[in-house]
């Protein structure tokens, strides 16, 4: 059985505890946790409700969003990224989710460099704390939350960076089309900190519109098992956003995806 969790995402408009209660009901073992959720809910009190119920924590989202192209602005968008490092450390998240932000009229590369410069201002603070980032490159449509677009380009930067607290999120629902996929899944699955899985039904025009597992085209048995080969340890967050998932309900949602997980045959 695949080491997975259920992103809070999924059941967006339910509270922190009522998600926690519900995943422990449906017998899922970890959560990927809304740092949104988390705060509105009472951080002390969210992670005692986190303690009793004997929920691990796979990821914490979000965190990020620089204005690459306006340094100015780069001192309290640190200063707000390492407090967030510190509540997922508190929560012993497996990884924080990072997002780069947007690059305005920069270039790609006048991007990276400052997104480099920043890394080297957080990574410092994500090794005190013992807590790694794991980058995720965002849907092409979503410039506004990075620059980084595809997994291949997510890998280069981690190459080069080359710290174990700077890893790569694996957005299926963006990848799973990409060009050397399964290459980069079977050299590169060491800088890869987080596969979150979703599915999509050819045809859709608009993101984020997902699937339950396995109601779409992505070949997930696939992908997952390219994982697993690859010797990845890491967790499969199921994050299901979308008109789709609102209209079916959280339940239903949930339950026709953990169905699909049981009855994979990976590994």
Same mark, same amino acid.
């Given at each position: ?37 988390? @705060?509105?809910?009472?951080? %002390?009190?969210?992670? +005692? =409700? /986190?303690?009793? &119920? ?57 991007? @990276?460099?400052?997104?480099? %410069?920043?890394?080297? +201002? =957080? /990574?410092?603070? &994500? ?141």
């Amino acid at each position: 059985m695949l080491k997975y969790s259920m992103d809070q995402a999924t059941t967006l408009s339910w509270p922190f505890d009522r998600d926690i209660r519900y995943y422990v009901e449906q017998g899922i073992p970890a959560v990927g946790i809304q740092r949104r959720k988390l @705060e509105e809910y009472g951080v %002390d009190k969210g992670i +005692r =409700l /986190l303690r009793d &119920a004997g929920m691990d924590v796979s990821c914490m989202l979000s965190t990020g969003f620089f204005s690459l192209d306006d340094d100015a602005q780069w001192p309290g968008q640190i200063e707000e990224a390492k407090r967030a490092i510190a509540l997922a450390a508190r929560v012993e998240a497996d990884c924080l989710v990072l997002l780069s932000g947007g690059c305005g009229a920069l270039s790609y590369e006048e991007a @990276e460099s400052r997104f480099l %410069d920043i890394l080297g +201002r =957080l /990574l410092p603070e &994500a090794e005190r704390m013992g807590q790694r980032l794991a980058l995720e490159p965002n849907n092409c449509l979503r410039v506004d939350l990075g620059y980084i677009h595809t997994l291949n380009d997510a890998l280069d930067l981690a190459d080069l960076v080359d710290s174990p607290y700077f890893t790569v999120c694996f957005e299926t629902n963006n990848a799973w089309i990409e060009r050397r996929l399964y290459e980069n899944i079977r050299r590169r699955a060491g800088r890869i900190g987080l596969v979150q899985i979703n599915d999509f039904r050819a045809g859709t025009t608009c993101t984020p519109s997902r699937a339950p597992l396995g109601d779409g085209i992505i070949p997930l048995e696939r992908i997952l098992n390219a994982f697993e080969e690859a010797g990845y340890d890491g967790y499969y967050d199921v994050e299901l956003v979308g008109p789709e998932i609102d209209e079916i309900g959280y339940e239903q949602a949930v339950a026709r995806s953990l169905e699909f997980l049981r009855r994979l045959s990976v590994g």
